[in-house]
């Protein structure tokens, strides 16, 4: 079975090896993936999960053009785009931290409290309630920028 590739070889260019095409599809999957994440989710944390994949998405692609071209130019710029990825997250971090200090939750329609004094405040609607569930007590994740219903104790530990 013969898999198409991207680049016609009349034209003088060379053609894509099949495994480096899948390699390339898994990379700008990574990346619509993380862009679909991005665009979707309200919780802080998986929005800088999803911007990870992006880049990872894109440095998978370098590396892989990389070896098309037969030069190392491509892991020369992913060793940069991992370096970004690296400050990115620290910085991201001190963002979480600092919105889950002031607000107690990681919903990002909370960072409205630093807008500007002239710009309207959109209402937050409320969340809908969980279904119930068959499993009975399992602990489940409540959704991003709702407060759960009450806080479960656990017993000191005997000594």
Known sequence: MEIPTMIDASNG????????????????ALFAIGT????TRRNLILLILCAELMLHGVSLSLVTFG?????NEGQAFTIFLLTIAACEAGLALALV?????????????????LRETDVPVAPLE????????S???IP???PAGTQPAHVPRRPAAKK
């Open 13 to 28: 260019l060379t053609s894509i090896p099949p495994q480096d095409l899948r390699t390339l599809v898994v990379g700008a």
């Open 67 to 71: 070896k098309l071209q037969n030069n």
């Open 126 to 133: 409320p969340a809908a309630p969980a279904a119930g569930s």
């Open 36 to 39: 679909i994440g991005f665009l």
């Open 135 to 137: 499993y009975g007590d």
């Open 97 to 113: 931290l600092s919105l889950y200090r002031s607000a107690r939750s990681l919903d990002i329609r909370l960072w409205t409290e």
């Open 140 to 142: 489940r994740l409540t």
